[in-house]
């Protein structure tokens, strides 16, 4: 997992997904020179090959062990069918789909306390047990310009191989 501090297309590994570098180009030009955009900034019709990979997760505040309390709000076709279930409207200990729910949570809150994007190439294994490689990008919203409000998240799964 990496924090991008710039917050730009060039801090990403050059050989990243094309699809994750549009995404990050995207955002980044929408937030101009704030630190985050805020959601109303982007609009999903701007990006639409990249819907079915997308996830917007809300934060909805701190637990009192200062972990942050995250809910999906969208989640896109692909993301459904990698599941097998449709996790909207849940909290992500209850619909993640990562290595663990401890994986999840470290990148969310990578996002939520830098308040920049997060990059990360990662492998693990599927409910059915096979091998997923997936380039995945984070990106904050932030409603008050402050604190991390929302999460945007894309995968693109990269071949088996």
């Known amino acids: 997992m990496e924090t991008l501090g710039a917050g730009t297309p060039d801090a990403l590994p050059a050989t990243v997904a094309a699809a994750i570098r549009e995404l990050l180009t995207y955002w980044n030009d ?3 020179s704030q630190d985050m955009p805020r959601r109303s900034d982007f609009d999903p019709m701007d990006i639409p090959r990249h819907l079915p990979g997308i996830l917007l997760i809300d934060v909805e505040g701190i637990r009192p062990d200062g972990i942050g309390i995250y809910r999906y709000r ?45 990059y990360d190439r990662v492998t693990f294994l ?12 984070l990106v904050p919203f932030s409603e008050d310009g402050t604190t991390v409000s929302q999460i945007l998240v894309y995968s693109e799964q990269l071949p088996r191989g």
């Open 30 to 32: 929408r937030r101009g």
């Open 126 to 137: 599927d409910e059915r047990g096979r091998p997923v490689r997936e380039d995945t990008i």
């Open 74 to 118: 969208v989640v896109g076709g692909n993301e459904v069918a990698n599941r097998g279930h449709n996790p909207t409207g849940r909290l992500v200990e209850e619909g993640f789909y990562a290595e663990s729910l401890e994986d999840a949570l470290a990148h969310y809150e990578a996002v939520r306390r830098s308040r920049r994007p997060v």
